[in-house]
């Protein structure tokens, strides 16, 4: 059984989550280490820095609506990225993209991209030809 809380302010601690696992049902984790979130149909992976990733059954929206928004920022569709994992955004002909810490990168969608600019204040835009 999993539960859902209305906001990030029901939870006991804000930088807790509640998630289910099939080799650990539900249990709490903490979300320091948390980089993205990656929606895929009903579930989603959770990708951690320092262990592997998790499948939740969840949808994106449940986390949207449990994790805390000043830490978390939605970039795109499917996509719920940690701020303290971005090191840049990158601006192109052909579409924005969010390089991590981590070194990956990750698609940032046109409808996101002005909102993003503005919750990131102190992040480098770079803007490519």
Known sequence: ????????DDLPNPSLL????????????????????EAIANYTWLRWADSAPTLSP????????????????????RYL???Q??????????G???HLKSGLSLPVSRR?????RRQLIGIPLIKKE
């Open 18 to 37: 509640r998630i289910y696992t099939k080799a650990k049902g539900s249990h709490w984790v903490t979300t320091d280490n948390l980089v993205y979130l």
């Open 96 to 98: 924005a993209v969010a």
């Open 1 to 8: 059984m999993s539960v859902a809380f209305k906001s990030s």
């Open 112 to 116: 996101k991209l002005v909102s993003l």
């Open 58 to 77: 969840h949808t994106l929206k449940v986390f949207v609506n449990q994790l805390p928004l000043a830490d978390f920022v939605r970039i795109h569709r």
């Open 85 to 94: 994992f971005i090191f840049q955004i990158e601006v192109g002909l052909d």
């Open 81 to 83: 990225v940690n701020r």
